[in-house]
């Protein structure tokens, strides 16, 4: 319903300038009032008036607050409906991440004194409330719910305006939407308008790649003022010493930030020779700006120590924990938003600040990281108890278009986490990495939006300095596999290579190569480059390649339900927890669930079977204290759950299966045979990703000669044997030394099911098996011959 292309209808109009009206009558004064101030408010009428001078693209920067999430969409719509074009008239905003679509949803209903679903509404994945018409409505939704439409509506015939909000950022999801809108979609539709809108963007490099079918405009003036704080100054103000008892701290802080950088320079290939005269020379200048701060800003000696210990890198935990703490125990009412780069952090800042006697009392802190389930994310709008500080332990997920109303106060440490992809190695890593000066003004930004507000910047002047601009686009950090996949499944007959030359910035050449080699190896693709059968079904399952394929042979082979399982929680997270110290009792029940399978990914099916089971027979408590005895997250896998039957729902639509696929009982006996299937789905899966390795007493696994080598996560419940043998598994990262990856999960495989996926994989001539699985496995949903095909092999070795 939602791809109906828009159709002028007088009576329409005539009912939503009605209603409309009505509207205004309704809306409080205070909310009205509060919207009056915004900047982009003031400027309505020159802005409208932009957007419908434009030619299609109008390209809009104002300071962060100034209105532009709120606004822009609001006045579009209304300025329709109040010149009679209601009936023709929707205006979809994207947005980078899930929280902000659906808290700026909400916060949009409010202002226009509605519930969500009237005229207002949101769709992220797993979750939607759509506007109940389409003509004059707001829709914000993800960048990736947007790009889905337009296989159905290719042209978005249902949208008249588009906002591409916070285009700043430069995800390959944007970066892909913009190439497709400036290709296809605007020369296919001249009335559609086209708003990119940011805070920090560069107007003119948007306006170029538009060409002159682009203008731009911008607001100045943010509501309320934010103070900056450099580290010299917040040093100096709330009078840190970094020293532990043994006075070693110091010096293994300089060590571990001076491998930081070193690592950095080697990635930049930098040689070991001018790596040492930089680092030799970064150091004198961190010495000399210390000096100064020493002087400009009164520090003490160990202050100036401190700033030339952690150079240009992350500030240890000890004083971010001691800046909350000082800003709690000093500073006037008003919640704290803290910036981290990970999980990691927020969990030792936890840890820190419940044995600061200040902060445990009088703080209410909460976590705010992608990985937590919606529900705990949308904690962070309500109000602390009462007599309590908010603290919020955020990564850069609240980094843009988020208002969280209390804030006064942020804490930026500089750091965030990023994708990037060492195509040495082929893995992609996350690893924290110095944040941009736009990013800094973006998290500062966060502050100010109701009331003054404070940031402390937990970085020198020094090492702000030496901040880029702004970061590279991430089609130029990023493997590259989905992002061909989703290029090829909009243009089925266009070289890749062509629509990529498109881009706003192109990836090298050399990255597209091998993701078309992988996408060949998967038998997404075929060697001309066309999508394969599989390819297709690949490229619509919200998942990453390999965990698609592994789901949609468990359809052909009958084993969906297990499969789902581990793919759901390989695409989102382990529902495993480690509490520090309990590492061996995790351990533990890990051997336990796991029933000797050997196989992390197994693993994941077992525990969350024993879990679902126990929910169902013995009721929500059971379960959870079940989940609780065996280091389980139940948040992670109620996720689990959802995730499952939103796949389940994906696939029965796009393939048009019936539920005979997911009937539960039948898939969840565990008979030898069947967990035997599963293991080989599992690894025809997530082939190539195979290693060979030598005994794994020692957690290391030996690849091909000059291969690094492998190491494998501590919990591992594929780690209890001594032959040599081939492990398969889903993540990786390149560890620092650059010689050994670190495997996240993995499975001990058998030449059996090496045998099936190579069958699968365009190798199987090699292994002297002939099944003509790979072209029509999808035809081959027969599937007692399918499993018939596995025994059959095995028989044979
Ligand atoms: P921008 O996109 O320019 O950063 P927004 O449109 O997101 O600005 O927000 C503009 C202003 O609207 C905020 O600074 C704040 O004053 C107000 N606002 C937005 N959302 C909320 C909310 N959930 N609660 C209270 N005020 C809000």
Redesign the pocket.
Known sequence: ANYKALKPNAQLDAKLMKELQLREKRISPAIAE?RQR?P?WQARERLVAAVNRCDQVLVMS?P????????MSQLLIDSAIATGHGSTARVVVTQPRRLAAT??AE?VAEERGEWLGVSVGYQVRLERKMPQRLAGSIVYCTVGILLRWLESDPSLASVSHLIVDEVHERSAETDLLLAELKRTILPSRPDLKLVLMS?TLDAEQFCRYFGPSSESASVEGR?YPVKVRSLEQCLSESNFEFFSKSGSSLTSLANKNRQAMQNRLRSDRIAPREARSRLAERERELRLAANEAVKKFQLSSSHADLLVAMGCEEPPVELVAHMISYVHRTQPAGAVLVFVPGMKQIKDLITLLNSDSACSNGCHVLPLHSRLPSRDQRQV?LPAPAGKRKVVLATNIAET?L?I?DVVYVIDTGFAKLSGYHHLAMSDSLSASPISLDNARQRE?RAG??QPGVCYRLYSKFAESRMPHRLPPEVLRLSLEDFLLQVKLLHPDLPAAEFLAQMPDPPPQEHVRQAQHLLQELGALTPDEELTPMGRHIARLPLPCQLAKMVLLAVCFSCLDPVLTIAASLSHRTPFETPLGAEQEVKQCKLQLAEGCESDHLLLWLAYKAWYRTKRNRGLNAAYDFARRNYLSPTVLQTIEELKAQLTDQLAQYMSMSDQFYDEEAQSESSVHRLELIRAVVTAGLYPNIVRCKSLKSKKAVGRPGEPSYELPQGSVACGFEEPAWLAYFEKCLLNDRRTVSLFDASLTRPIHLLFCCAQARHSHECGVQLAVLDDWIRLAATPAAFSTVLVLRHRL
């Open positions: 509060c915004l982009v104002g962060t607050g100034s209105g532009k999430s709120t606004q808290a700026l916060r805070a509501l709008f278009s208002t109303d930004g939006r109701v």
